[in-house]
């Protein structure tokens, strides 16, 4: 192989990783808003826009040519074809699911939580039909036709796939649920307003509409606080009877307020709406979203609770964020290629000089793009409280030194000098020794050091101030200011005002790092004095302490 042949080689070789690594991106990205259906959706007239939603997602995610939606009539109890999108000759949805129902297909994907997968009956191809359904409900099926000679769907594209229809299908249900409740809600409206022989027929129509909910509602007597009244829902949900609930404090049932501090009796509010946990009567922890409001029934003054039960959409949640952590993992992967294939191209004594610092840089780009996937797996680690430190002497000055040769062509494309000093003396002088991971300081000062050269005006000035003492103190100021909406929170998660592409977790990032290295962080900021950030890092032991 020539030389032209070999960089040519090399070339696409480069390339097809890199699309591997931006595939790997792309779906990390997508995972990001996967379990999330806007909870404005259940306000709407129709499920239309949800099952739009639902499609266009599994179709970003499967190469589809065509995708139907059944939903099971609440009536008879059949499925009925409520959304199809794309063409395909040939294709008749509705003929399919005939067909899979026929030979009990259907029955088996109602029966499992994952997709399966189908030879289509009326052309060639492939059927990719999941069920649509929460832990209560199936509330449909998801029949998609697979576009021919596409490629196999990869583990996690199915994965994802399955969190999109397990979400659709809770926004189903709350779609459903809210259409109950504001029903029953209209109806009581109504029937208020009429003569008092009137009144107990509306009371009777709307008990049985409660009590038949599958969430729990109940009435509380604001001048005791007892319960007075509840559904089978609610009673099964903390795992009492009527008769055991009927008489007791809220605040011995499923209500976590003390007595004194309930937002609605003695707080004044019309309506209140938080995530609680409560306990049922075995123990049990239960996560619920409950919502209590000031109404009038039958004349009586009272408090109506209504409270859902959200563990399984918890459980969405951190499904999305153990894709979101498997599709980190996969992405070192790719870059095992990046990092490894440099070293073997370089053996070769054949290799023309002018490419090597290319490979060079193709190895070096794929070390730091590897360290930044293991630092977000260690960020996810300190969050939980379960990251395990391996502390080691790491010599801060050259840290720096290294973070402000990276962002060199930020600071000349803004126009801002970083300027060092080191116990009172310009420059960088060292050793400072601090205790730590290399990695973990320099993640730090990078995130740190880039904020405050953005936040700075143009020509002006990055100052940090390097004290060695017992503990070691880094200064950063720049003369930018924080917002002032958010200086009592900063180092608080998705904290950001006014940043263009913010997301609020630089400085929580760091605040996490610094704490897990043994240190502290503290911001002081104002539109006069700019900005100024202080960490304290831990010395090792014995390290010598300059004069």
Known sequence: MDDAARIAFLTARVE????EKEEALAALAAAAGLGHFDTSYSRLESPQPILAEIAGRVRDLLPLEAVALFLVDEASHDMVLSLALGQAPGFDPEAELDSLIDDHSLALVLDQPGPAFFRARGRDGRLAVHRLATPSRVRGVCLGLLRQGSQEATDQALALFTVVLNAGAAALESYFLYRHLSAANQGLERKVAERTAALRRAYDEVRVIIDSLPAGVAVIDPASHAVVDINPAGAAMVGRGWEEL????????????????????????????????????????????????????????????????ISEQKKLESLREDVERMTRHDLKAPLTGIIGLPDVLMDDPDLPGHVRPLLGMIKESGLKMLGMINLSLDLYKMEAGTYVLDPRPVDLCRVLESVAGDLAPLTRAKAVAIRFETDGASG??????????????????????????????????????????DMVLVSLHNAGAVPEAIRDRFFEKYATSGKAGGTGLGAYSARLIVESLGGTISCVSDEAAGTTLCCMLPRPAGASVRP
């Open 246 to 309: 009927v008489g007791r404090e809220c605040f011995d049932c499923f209500c976590p307020a003390q007595r004194g501090n309930c937002p609605i009796i003695d707080g004044g509010q019309t309506l209140s709406c938080v995530e609680r946990r409560i306990r049922d009567a075995t123990g049990r922890e239960i996560l619920i979203l409950k919502t209590a409001v000031r109404a009038s029934l039958a004349g009586r003054d009272c408090v109506i609770e209504s409270f859902v039960d």
């Open 428 to 469: 960088l002088a060292g050793p400072v020794t601090v205790l730590g991971e290399e990695l973990l300081f320099f993640s730090l000062f990078a995130n740190l050091l880039k904020n405050a050269v953005e936040a700075s005006p143009r020509d002006g000035e990055v100052a940090v101030a390097v004290l060695g003492r």
């Open 16 to 19: 097809s990783l890199s699309r």
